[in-house]
């Protein structure tokens, strides 16, 4: 499933006309380059939530056939937040293990990786898997912790870590992995946020998790969007 409710509030005006998932980025939507990457790994079963603006959504990317994949769309009318979006597309998901991406996160992180973890989770009883990230300037303090390819929610002690991530709290990437049972409770079309059933799994001992050292940008105002523009230019020249 890819995230592609939101407002987009940061990122007016130019959301205004143009929902943030389809921005372009190197001259292609940021949406795209992450249907591309998900395609490349074999995972071509989308679902594609929307909101504001969703019907442009709907018609840039069709069916999803001329990227090689097959989208569903999930129209919540008003975005649910992300608990709430996952829960109103329950019926699209179905059974099994699904993985969710943030739509407007640009990363070159290896989804193929995301089957294997998910193949695991199916035999034991984890409920979740969160790929973090080094944080960045917005984001200093960190979300979770990772120890021995757990999530927790506080450093783990310095001497008994196997990991040597650069800070103790790491940042929630917006990729995770996710069993439909943690969602199971939330009431079809209310809105809910996902942090506080997170933060629940992780009490619990129900998440691993994994530290990408690589790119990972969160595409959150015209400043960061043009900044990732450049810098794909430059990459792709």
Same mark, same amino acid.
Request: glycine share 10%; proline share 6%.
């Given at each position: 499933?890819?995230?592609? !409710?939101?407002?987009?509030?940061?990122?007016?005006?130019?959301?205004?006309?143009?929902?943030?998932?389809?921005?372009?980025?190197? #001259?292609? !939507?940021?949406?795209?380059?992450?249907?591309?990457?998900?395609?490349?790994? #074999?995972? %071509?079963?989308?679902? /594609?939530?929307?909101?504001?603006?969703?019907?442009?959504? *709907?018609?840039?990317?069709?069916?999803?056939?001329?990227?090689? &994949?097959?989208?569903?769309?999930?129209? *919540?009318? %008003?975005?649910?937040?992300? &608990?709430?979006?996952?829960?109103?597309? &329950?019926?699209?998901?179905?059974?099994?293990? $699904?993985?969710?991406?943030?739509?407007?996160?640009?990363?070159?992180?290896? $989804? @193929?990786?995301?089957?294997?973890?998910?193949?695991?989770?199916?035999?034991?009883?984890?409920?979740?898997? +969160?790929?973090?990230?080094?944080?960045? &300037?917005?984001?200093?303090?960190?979300? $979770? !912790?990772?120890?021995?390819?757990? /999530?927790?929610?506080?450093?783990?002690?310095?001497? @008994?870590?196997?990991?040597?991530?650069? =800070?103790?709290?790491?940042?929630?990437?917006?990729?995770?992995?996710?069993?439909?049972? +943690? $969602?199971?409770?939330?009431?079809?079309?209310?809105? !809910?946020?996902?942090?506080?059933? +997170?933060?629940?799994?992780?009490?619990?001992?129900?998440? =691993?998790? *994994?530290?990408?050292?690589?790119?990972? /940008?969160?595409? #959150?105002?015209?400043?960061?969007?043009? *900044?990732?523009?450049?810098?794909?230019?430059?990459?792709?020249?």
């Amino acid at each position: 499933m890819i995230l592609a !409710a939101g407002r987009g509030e940061r990122m007016r005006p130019l959301t205004d006309h143009t929902p943030k998932p389809l921005l372009q980025a190197g #001259g292609k !939507a940021l949406i795209v380059w992450h249907i591309e990457r998900l395609v490349a790994a #074999g995972i %071509t079963e989308l679902v /594609i939530n929307h909101a504001h603006l969703g019907a442009q959504i *709907e018609s840039t990317l069709g069916d999803g056939r001329q990227l090689g &994949a097959r989208i569903e769309y999930s129209d *919540e009318g %008003t975005a649910l937040e992300t &608990a709430g979006g996952i829960a109103y597309a &329950a019926a699209l998901l179905g059974d099994a293990v $699904f993985a969710v991406v943030n739509g407007d996160i640009y990363c070159d992180y290896d $989804f @193929s990786r995301l089957p294997v973890i998910a193949a695991r989770m199916a035999h034991n009883s984890d409920t979740a898997h +969160l790929v973090l990230v080094e944080n960045p &300037a917005h984001n200093l303090k960190g979300d $979770f !912790a990772l120890q021995n390819s757990r /999530i927790t929610a506080t450093p783990p002690n310095p001497e @008994s870590r196997i990991l040597h991530p650069p =800070s103790p709290l790491l940042t929630f990437s917006g990729i995770g992995l996710y069993k439909p049972e +943690l $969602f199971k409770d939330i009431v079809r079309g209310s809105k !809910a946020p996902l942090a506080p059933l +997170l933060r629940e799994q992780i009490t619990l001992g129900k998440v =691993s998790g *994994e530290y990408h050292e690589g790119t990972w /940008i969160d595409v #959150g105002t015209p400043q960061r969007l043009s *900044e990732l523009d450049a810098q794909l230019r430059h990459e792709h020249a």
